[in-house]
């Protein structure tokens, strides 16, 4: 895990995280979502939630997340972020060009 640290105006530290779920689901991804919100807003972290795995990544599809966002998610089946087939070395296309170039 890397934190950049960028600055406010008034010279304190500020860090942003990003949550990015690839690959297939799991049970009790939402709960870390939200746990990982929880805690990071505890320490005064801004939380983005990096829609659709990595293929948000590239597209550059974040939100905000807060805990109102992650209030009543524990139940909900999946992740609420979503997630892609796209990896990070295979661009927009996702597994399925990689595939098609023979690489798969």
Known sequence: MRLVYT???DGIPF???G???GGGDCPGLNAVIRAVVRRAQSSSMEVL???NGFRGLIE???EPLTSFSVTGILPKGGTILG??????LCGP???ESRSARGRG
């Open 83 to 88: 997630t892609s087939r796209a990896g990070p």
């Open 60 to 62: 550059g599809d974040v």
């Open 19 to 21: 949550i990015l779920t």
């Open 15 to 17: 860090v942003r995280v």
């Open 7 to 9: 600055f406010a105006r």
């Open 49 to 51: 939630g990096i829609r």
């Open 93 to 95: 296309g996702g597994n």
